[in-house]
């Protein structure tokens, strides 16, 4: 769609502001951002609901990107911990605070819109990568053979991944090393491999005589360089049950698949009764 005109853009921000005052949205400024960044007692997420193009032109620094539509869709891949302060941010404040209504509705306490961005430090450009402790390159040609270990999700795995590579979860690799058994060295894998190196000194103390290393850029630098890849998952080290399968993930019966999704969909408002731990506010 095109860029809103003035005129939208005036008649948007009215409407926004009548739904702030309906749903009780909170709004915060730039020194309690300052102060709450400084709270080691509290986790702060924030989150940038702008597009992508957007927040790369320039953000709050240290801020993540997370459009308004899949933060209420996902959330739970944005926000990992609960009861968490998260503060929307958004210039024109339009985005941030239709987002931030409906996180109210969801039952989330702490949201707030950032009021504000004088005093607060700028930066452009994609999010930088955290600092961690890089391993061995594992492409260097010194003869052993080596076992690959990729912590992928299941479905990526499954649709494409380095050949004869086991794929497994970092929170069980009890179970990937009763599966793969002893071996003098692994390489480890992920989608750009990030979570390949954070998984690296777990996977040293499960296999401590073996040498670890990790695919540098993971499978995403695989393909990149014209690597061969192959599919399926007949060398999981796990249950398949890391991430949820929509009906048309299956390879078979998807019909079947279809039908198991609406009857749970159409189940939910009665499984939110008898859960004591949900609550949707009504206004």
Same mark, same amino acid.
């Given at each position: ?8 853009? #005036?008649?948007?921000?009215? #409407?926004?502001?009548?739904? $702030? !005052? ?6 915060? @400024? ?9 709270? $080691?007692?509290?986790? +702060? ?5 702008? !597009? ?12 993540? /990107? ?7 869709? &996902? ?34 306490? =702490?949201? /707030?819109?950032?009021? =504000? ?31 690959? *270990?990729?912590?992928? !999700?299941?479905?990526?795995?499954? /649709? #494409? /991944? ?13 179970? &990937? #090393? ?7 060295? +692994?390489?480890? @894998?992920?989608? =750009?491999?990030?979570?390949?190196? +954070? $998984? ?23 393909? &990149?360089?014209?690597?061969? *890849? ?5 060398? $999981?080290?796990?249950?398949?049950? =890391? ?41």
């Amino acid at each position: 769609a095109g860029a809103p005109s003035e005129r939208g853009k #005036a008649k948007a921000l009215q #409407a926004a502001e009548r739904v $702030a !005052t309906r749903f009780g949205v909170k709004f915060t @400024t730039p020194q309690a951002i300052n102060e709450w960044q400084n709270d $080691a007692t509290r986790t +702060l997420y924030l989150l940038d609901v702008r !597009t992508r193009e957007e927040f790369e032109r320039g953000h709050v620094a240290g801020s993540r /990107h997370a459009p308004g539509g899949q933060l209420v869709q &996902a959330s739970d891949e944005y926000v990992a911990v609960r009861n968490a302060r998260v503060v929307l941010v958004d210039p024109e404040r339009v985005r941030a605070v239709m987002t931030a209504s409906w996180l109210e509705q969801m039952g989330w306490n =702490d949201v /707030h819109v950032l009021d =504000d961005l004088a005093g607060l430090a700028m930066e452009s450009g994609p999010r930088a990568r955290p600092e961690i402790t890089k391993w061995a390159d594992a492409c260097s040609p010194d003869g052993v053979t080596r076992t690959v *270990v990729d912590f992928s !999700t299941s479905l990526r795995f499954h /649709h #494409a /991944h380095v050949p004869g590579a086991w794929w497994a979860v970092r929170s069980r690799l009890d179970e &990937a #090393a009763k599966k793969i058994g002893p071996v003098s060295s +692994l390489v480890l @894998t992920s989608e =750009d491999g990030l979570l390949a190196h +954070l $998984a690296a000194p777990e996977v040293q103390a499960s296999w401590p005589q073996a040498r670890i290393s990790v695919l540098e850029g993971g499978n995403a630098a695989w393909i &990149a360089a014209g690597k061969p *890849v192959e599919g399926g998952v007949e060398r $999981a080290t796990t249950t398949r049950d =890391d991430v949820w399968y929509k009906p048309y993930d299956h390879a078979t019966d998807y019909k079947q698949h279809a039908r198991d999704y609406l009857a749970w969909e159409v189940a939910l408002v009665d499984q939110v009764k008898r859960d004591p731990t949900i609550r949707f506010r009504s206004y």
